[in-house]
């Protein structure tokens, strides 16, 4: 049983982070075409506190593959075990809802399936070329998962004509163990490195609030930037359930604008950061 004492060390959540309760047209509107297409959503799998926000200006972010992830990250609340087989009419579901949304910039991610050879690139390919196909003036942001390191399937993952590719680091090096037990820090910078060579716009997120020190936060910007990030997020993490791991700190708003100028100053060319701040919040910003 919590005593008293142990109550109170745990931080309390503070007024700035206030979220909006969906409603409007536009949030049914988004609410109807995911339900009709049967569609999954890293809004809903993931608890983003900007749902209602985001819905209500008629964007979401989509999320391929399934809502079944074979990783078992600490801080996410996407269900985690052994995905169903393959949708092959997924791509073509995603692309029809993106036209009816009428969306000028579309955000596309996935759960991890390691358990598939080409880590389900082909579908990601697919999914790219479907929405190009028929809404050729949506640009596209795919936030894609850890390649364990194959970088054929990466190359096969961001080559479908997207115009940003993203894939978040999550927390700084020294907590990855702990926060991403089956990703490493050293192969997710590569991913970076390896699709800006590719010559891709690159896209990574970060989240604060897990134990990190300030030096540790700057550490991952410089990091990020060394492997060619052209766009960074930064925001406060917030434990989906009681299962997940706890917030050890709320980060305040003059802390996230220090880190924005920090990043700015040493070269990374778009530093997004707040405390609501998540990789696809105001996505469209980047391009």
Same mark, same amino acid.
């Given at each position: ?32 075409? &995911? ?39 600490? $801080? ?34 996935? &759960? ?85 060579? $590719? ?50 700190? $709320?980060?305040?708003?003059?802390? $996230? ?13 778009? &530093? ?16």
């Amino acid at each position: 049983m919590a005593t008293d004492t142990d109550i109170s060390l745990k931080p309390r959540k503070p007024s700035w982070l206030k979220v909006k309760i969906p409603i409007g047209e536009n949030y049914k509107k988004v609410r109807n075409l &995911v339900d009709t297409y049967k569609l999954h959503t890293i809004c809903e799998s993931g608890n983003c506190p900007n749902m209602g926000e985001c819905w209500g200006e008629g964007t979401a972010t989509f999320m391929i593959l399934g809502n079944v992830c074979t990783r078992s990250c600490s $801080f996410c609340a996407v269900a985690t075990g052994r995905p169903k087989s393959l949708d092959t009419d997924e791509p073509k579901r995603v692309a029809e809802a993106i036209r009816l949304m009428q969306v000028k910039h579309a955000v596309i991610t996935s &759960v991890n399936r390691d358990e598939l050879p080409d880590k389900g690139a082909q579908i990601w390919h697919e999914t790219v070329k479907e929405v190009k196909a028929i809404s050729p003036h949506t640009t596209i942001e795919t936030l894609i998962p850890d390649t364990k390191g194959d970088w054929d399937a990466l190359e096969v993952m961001i080559s479908a004509g997207q115009e940003v590719v993203s894939h978040n680091m999550e927390t700084v090096k020294r907590l990855y163990r702990k926060v991403r037990p089956q990703a490493k820090y050293e192969r997710s910078l590569e991913q970076i490195q390896r699709t800006k060579n $590719f010559g891709k716009r690159t896209k990574s997120g970060v989240m604060l609030g897990l134990g990190e020190t300030e030096e540790e936060v700057k550490e991952i910007l410089r990091d990020l930037h060394a492997h060619g990030c052209d766009v960074v997020t930064l925001g406060q993490y917030l434990q989906p359930t009681k299962m997940h791991l706890e917030v050890a700190e $709320f980060i305040h708003p003059d802390k $996230f604008a220090e880190y924005k100028e920090y990043g700015l100053s040493i070269g990374i060319p778009y &530093v997004e950061s707040g405390p609501m701040v998540r990789s696809s919040y105001h996505a469209e910003r980047h391009i």
